[in-house]
Protein backbone atom coordinates (compact mmCIF):
# COMPACT_ATOMS: atom_id res chain seq x y z
CA UNK A 1 0.00 0.00 0.00
CA UNK A 2 2.80 2.14 0.68
CA UNK A 3 4.62 1.53 -2.47
CA UNK A 4 1.17 2.83 -4.20
CA UNK A 5 0.81 5.84 -2.69
CA UNK A 6 4.79 6.72 -2.41
CA UNK A 7 4.72 9.04 -5.96
CA UNK A 8 1.84 10.69 -4.74
CA UNK A 9 3.82 11.40 -0.87
CA UNK A 10 6.95 12.47 -2.91
CA UNK A 11 4.82 14.42 -5.15
CA UNK A 12 4.02 16.43 -2.31
CA UNK A 13 6.97 16.94 -0.64
CA UNK A 14 8.72 18.16 -3.50
CA UNK A 15 6.12 20.23 -4.96
CA UNK A 16 4.09 20.99 -1.81
CA UNK A 17 5.56 20.71 1.80
CA UNK A 18 9.35 21.81 1.26
CA UNK A 19 8.18 24.65 -1.16
CA UNK A 20 5.56 25.80 1.94
CA UNK A 21 8.47 25.35 4.17
CA UNK A 22 10.78 27.47 2.04
CA UNK A 23 7.70 30.29 1.71
CA UNK A 24 7.54 30.71 5.72
CA UNK A 25 10.94 30.85 6.39
CA UNK A 26 11.47 33.51 3.80
CA UNK A 27 8.53 35.34 6.03
CA UNK A 28 10.57 35.12 8.63
CA UNK A 29 13.56 36.96 7.09
CA UNK A 30 14.14 40.87 7.00
CA UNK A 31 14.10 42.64 3.66
CA UNK A 32 17.34 44.33 2.79
CA UNK A 33 15.32 47.09 1.38
CA UNK A 34 12.92 48.32 4.08
CA UNK A 35 12.89 51.64 4.96
CA UNK A 36 12.21 51.05 8.34
CA UNK A 37 15.19 52.30 10.46
CA UNK A 38 14.63 49.68 12.72
CA UNK A 39 14.34 45.93 11.11
CA UNK A 40 14.26 42.88 13.43
CA UNK A 41 17.47 40.91 13.10
CA UNK A 42 17.37 37.21 11.95
CA UNK A 43 14.50 35.10 11.91
CA UNK A 44 11.14 36.83 13.42
CA UNK A 45 7.38 37.90 12.64
CA UNK A 46 8.29 41.60 11.57
CA UNK A 47 6.55 40.60 8.86
CA UNK A 48 3.42 39.50 10.07
CA UNK A 49 3.31 41.99 11.99
CA UNK A 50 3.42 44.37 9.11
CA UNK A 51 0.96 42.59 7.20
CA UNK A 52 -1.37 42.86 10.12
CA UNK A 53 -1.00 46.69 10.39
CA UNK A 54 -1.27 47.68 6.85
CA UNK A 55 -5.24 48.41 6.95
CA UNK A 56 -4.47 47.62 2.85
CA UNK A 57 -3.87 44.23 3.28
CA UNK A 58 -6.21 43.38 6.16
CA UNK A 59 -8.92 45.02 3.32
CA UNK A 60 -7.80 42.70 0.67
CA UNK A 61 -7.09 40.11 3.15
CA UNK A 62 -11.92 40.79 4.06
CA UNK A 63 -12.21 41.76 0.48
CA UNK A 64 -11.46 38.32 -0.56
CA UNK A 65 -13.32 35.86 2.40
CA UNK A 66 -16.10 38.11 1.45
CA UNK A 67 -15.71 37.70 -2.20
CA UNK A 68 -14.95 34.04 -2.07
CA UNK A 69 -17.88 33.27 0.29
CA UNK A 70 -20.46 34.94 -1.62
CA UNK A 71 -19.29 32.90 -4.95
CA UNK A 72 -19.16 29.46 -3.55
CA UNK A 73 -23.18 30.21 -2.04
CA UNK A 74 -23.94 31.07 -5.40
CA UNK A 75 -21.97 28.41 -7.22
CA UNK A 76 -23.68 25.68 -4.95
CA UNK A 77 -27.18 27.49 -5.62
CA UNK A 78 -26.37 27.07 -9.64
CA UNK A 79 -24.44 23.74 -9.46
CA UNK A 80 -26.39 21.31 -7.25
CA UNK A 81 -30.00 21.77 -9.57
CA UNK A 82 -27.71 20.90 -12.29
CA UNK A 83 -26.11 18.08 -10.63
CA UNK A 84 -29.44 16.82 -10.16
CA UNK A 85 -31.10 17.40 -13.58
CA UNK A 86 -27.27 14.95 -14.64
CA UNK A 87 -28.84 12.40 -12.31
CA UNK A 88 -32.11 12.04 -14.24
CA UNK A 89 -30.51 12.39 -17.60
CA UNK A 90 -30.02 9.54 -19.95
CA UNK A 91 -26.53 8.21 -19.97
CA UNK A 92 -25.69 9.75 -23.52
CA UNK A 93 -27.05 13.55 -22.19
CA UNK A 94 -25.19 12.72 -18.89
CA UNK A 95 -22.21 11.68 -21.50
CA UNK A 96 -22.52 14.57 -22.93
CA UNK A 97 -22.82 17.19 -20.17
CA UNK A 98 -19.81 15.94 -18.33
CA UNK A 99 -17.90 16.19 -21.96
CA UNK A 100 -19.00 20.29 -21.48
CA UNK A 101 -17.67 20.90 -18.62
CA UNK A 102 -14.88 19.04 -18.93
CA UNK A 103 -13.82 21.12 -22.26
CA UNK A 104 -14.87 24.37 -19.82
CA UNK A 105 -12.20 23.09 -17.42
CA UNK A 106 -9.71 22.73 -20.37
CA UNK A 107 -10.86 26.97 -21.40
CA UNK A 108 -8.29 29.54 -21.12
CA UNK A 109 -9.08 31.54 -17.82
CA UNK A 110 -8.42 34.47 -20.01
CA UNK A 111 -10.37 33.81 -22.27
CA UNK A 112 -12.85 33.09 -20.29
CA UNK A 113 -12.24 36.65 -18.57
CA UNK A 114 -12.47 38.38 -22.12
CA UNK A 115 -15.76 37.38 -23.28
CA UNK A 116 -17.14 38.13 -19.46
CA UNK A 117 -15.30 41.67 -20.35
CA UNK A 118 -17.57 41.80 -23.74
CA UNK A 119 -20.47 40.95 -22.32
CA UNK A 120 -20.53 42.83 -19.79
CA UNK A 121 -19.70 45.87 -21.39
CA UNK A 122 -20.78 49.56 -21.90
CA UNK A 123 -22.14 48.29 -25.37
CA UNK A 124 -22.34 44.58 -24.19
CA UNK A 125 -25.16 42.54 -25.13
CA UNK A 126 -26.17 42.49 -21.29
CA UNK A 127 -26.51 46.57 -21.26
CA UNK A 128 -27.94 46.55 -24.78
CA UNK A 129 -31.09 44.17 -23.64
CA UNK A 130 -31.35 45.77 -20.21
CA UNK A 131 -32.15 48.93 -22.04
CA UNK A 132 -34.38 47.47 -24.74
CA UNK A 133 -36.54 45.80 -21.49
CA UNK A 134 -36.65 49.43 -20.10
CA UNK A 135 -35.11 48.66 -17.14
CA UNK A 136 -31.88 50.76 -17.84
CA UNK A 137 -32.57 53.94 -19.51
CA UNK A 138 -28.58 54.08 -20.22
CA UNK A 139 -25.69 51.94 -20.24
CA UNK A 140 -24.67 50.56 -16.65
CA UNK A 141 -20.67 50.12 -15.61
CA UNK A 142 -21.01 46.15 -15.07
CA UNK A 143 -17.55 45.68 -15.02
CA UNK A 144 -13.91 46.65 -13.40
CA UNK A 145 -16.18 46.07 -9.70
CA UNK A 146 -17.01 43.37 -7.04
CA UNK A 147 -19.26 41.67 -8.99
CA UNK A 148 -18.14 41.15 -12.09
CA UNK A 149 -15.27 39.27 -10.19
CA UNK A 150 -17.93 37.53 -8.69
CA UNK A 151 -19.15 36.59 -12.03
CA UNK A 152 -16.48 35.48 -13.28
CA UNK A 153 -15.21 33.38 -10.35
CA UNK A 154 -18.76 31.62 -10.13
CA UNK A 155 -18.17 30.80 -13.99
CA UNK A 156 -15.01 29.30 -13.28
CA UNK A 157 -15.82 27.40 -10.18
CA UNK A 158 -18.77 25.69 -11.36
CA UNK A 159 -17.66 22.58 -12.52
CA UNK A 160 -15.20 22.32 -9.09
CA UNK A 161 -18.84 22.27 -7.83
CA UNK A 162 -21.08 20.03 -10.20
CA UNK A 163 -18.92 16.97 -10.03
CA UNK A 164 -18.24 16.32 -6.45
CA UNK A 165 -21.79 16.96 -5.86
CA UNK A 166 -22.90 14.64 -8.97
CA UNK A 167 -20.59 12.06 -7.88
CA UNK A 168 -22.52 12.16 -4.21
CA UNK A 169 -25.76 11.64 -5.75
CA UNK A 170 -25.34 9.29 -8.39
CA UNK A 171 -24.06 7.00 -5.41
CA UNK A 172 -27.50 7.41 -3.28
CA UNK A 173 -29.34 4.08 -4.27
CA UNK A 174 -33.01 4.35 -5.70
CA UNK A 175 -34.29 3.23 -2.43
CA UNK A 176 -33.58 6.26 -0.66
CA UNK A 177 -35.40 8.37 -2.94
CA UNK A 178 -38.60 5.86 -2.97
CA UNK A 179 -38.47 5.00 0.61
CA UNK A 180 -39.98 8.88 1.68
CA UNK A 181 -42.31 8.52 -0.90
CA UNK A 182 -43.91 5.28 0.70
CA UNK A 183 -44.34 7.29 3.85
CA UNK A 184 -46.00 10.26 1.68
CA UNK A 185 -43.37 12.60 1.42
CA UNK A 186 -43.10 15.22 -1.49
CA UNK A 187 -40.08 16.21 -3.65
CA UNK A 188 -39.13 18.81 -2.02
CA UNK A 189 -39.32 16.92 1.48
CA UNK A 190 -37.44 14.17 0.07
CA UNK A 191 -34.83 16.10 -1.14
CA UNK A 192 -34.26 18.46 2.02
CA UNK A 193 -34.44 15.61 4.63
CA UNK A 194 -32.85 12.82 3.02
CA UNK A 195 -30.69 13.45 -0.07
CA UNK A 196 -29.14 16.46 0.47
CA UNK A 197 -27.76 14.98 3.85
CA UNK A 198 -26.44 12.16 1.83
CA UNK A 199 -25.01 14.57 -0.35
CA UNK A 200 -23.59 16.56 2.09
CA UNK A 201 -19.53 14.60 1.60
CA UNK A 202 -20.16 15.82 -2.07
CA UNK A 203 -21.14 19.41 -1.04
CA UNK A 204 -18.32 20.02 1.66
CA UNK A 205 -15.67 18.79 -1.14
CA UNK A 206 -17.42 21.45 -3.55
CA UNK A 207 -17.45 24.11 -1.97
CA UNK A 208 -14.49 23.99 0.35
CA UNK A 209 -12.74 23.63 -3.21
CA UNK A 210 -14.82 26.42 -5.28
CA UNK A 211 -13.30 28.14 -1.72
CA UNK A 212 -10.25 27.78 -2.09
CA UNK A 213 -9.83 28.25 -5.62
CA UNK A 214 -11.69 31.85 -5.54
CA UNK A 215 -10.00 32.76 -2.39
CA UNK A 216 -6.52 32.01 -4.44
CA UNK A 217 -7.47 33.50 -7.91
CA UNK A 218 -5.48 36.28 -9.57
CA UNK A 219 -6.72 36.17 -13.02
CA UNK A 220 -9.93 36.78 -12.77
CA UNK A 221 -9.94 39.88 -10.16
CA UNK A 222 -6.68 41.59 -11.95
CA UNK A 223 -8.73 41.75 -15.42
CA UNK A 224 -12.87 42.09 -14.04
CA UNK A 225 -11.94 44.31 -10.96
CA UNK A 226 -10.30 47.47 -10.46
CA UNK A 227 -7.14 48.54 -7.69
CA UNK A 228 -10.25 49.45 -5.21
CA UNK A 229 -11.43 45.75 -5.37
CA UNK A 230 -7.92 43.98 -5.17
CA UNK A 231 -7.80 40.98 -3.67
CA UNK A 232 -4.93 39.38 -1.19
CA UNK A 233 -3.55 37.11 -4.20
CA UNK A 234 -2.66 40.73 -6.21
CA UNK A 235 -1.37 42.25 -3.04
CA UNK A 236 0.82 39.32 -2.34
CA UNK A 237 1.82 39.50 -6.34
CA UNK A 238 2.85 43.29 -6.30
CA UNK A 239 4.73 42.58 -2.93
CA UNK A 240 6.69 39.46 -5.18
CA UNK A 241 7.36 40.94 -8.44
CA UNK A 242 7.01 44.55 -8.70
CA UNK A 243 8.39 45.36 -5.23
CA UNK A 244 10.87 41.93 -4.69
CA UNK A 245 9.86 42.07 -1.16
CA UNK A 246 9.89 38.43 -0.84
CA UNK A 247 9.42 37.77 2.69
CA UNK A 248 6.02 40.36 3.11
CA UNK A 249 4.96 38.56 0.11
CA UNK A 250 5.83 35.07 1.71
CA UNK A 251 3.63 36.62 4.82
CA UNK A 252 0.95 37.08 3.24
CA UNK A 253 0.80 34.34 1.16
CA UNK A 254 1.31 31.94 4.59
CA UNK A 255 -1.36 34.22 5.71
CA UNK A 256 -3.92 33.16 3.06
CA UNK A 257 -3.09 29.85 3.57
CA UNK A 258 -3.13 29.45 6.90
CA UNK A 259 -6.48 31.02 7.52
CA UNK A 260 -8.03 28.76 4.37
CA UNK A 261 -6.96 25.61 6.27
CA UNK A 262 -8.71 26.99 9.42
CA UNK A 263 -11.60 28.26 7.99
CA UNK A 264 -11.84 24.74 6.09
CA UNK A 265 -11.64 22.80 9.62
CA UNK A 266 -13.86 24.78 11.05
CA UNK A 267 -16.37 24.21 8.07
CA UNK A 268 -15.97 20.31 8.83
CA UNK A 269 -16.35 20.66 12.16
CA UNK A 270 -19.68 22.45 12.10
CA UNK A 271 -20.89 19.96 9.76
CA UNK A 272 -19.73 17.01 11.72
CA UNK A 273 -21.31 18.33 14.49
CA UNK A 274 -24.74 20.20 13.13
CA UNK A 275 -25.66 18.77 10.33
CA UNK A 276 -23.72 15.42 11.80
CA UNK A 277 -23.04 13.87 8.54
CA UNK A 278 -19.16 12.76 8.02
CA UNK A 279 -17.14 14.21 5.66
Given at each position: ?????S????????????????????S?????????E??A??????????????????????????????????T??????????????S???????????????????????Y?????????????N??????????????V?????I????V??????????????????????????????????T????????L??????????????????A????????S?????????????????L????????????????????????L????V?????
Amino acid sequence: AFLMISPLLFFLLAFYIIPFGEMFLESLRPWANDPAEIQAAGLSLFQYEKALDSAYIVRALIRTFEISTISVIITFLLSYPVALLMLWLSPKTCSAFLIVIFISLAASLIVRNYGWLVVLADKGPINNLMIALSIFDRPQRLVYNQWAIIVGLVHYAMPFMILPIYGSLIRIPNSQWEAPRTLGAGSWTTLRTVIMPLSMPGVFGGTTLCFAVCASAFVTPLMLGSPSTAMISQVAAEQLLIQLNFPLGSAIIFILTTLTFILTLVYALWIRKVLRVNV
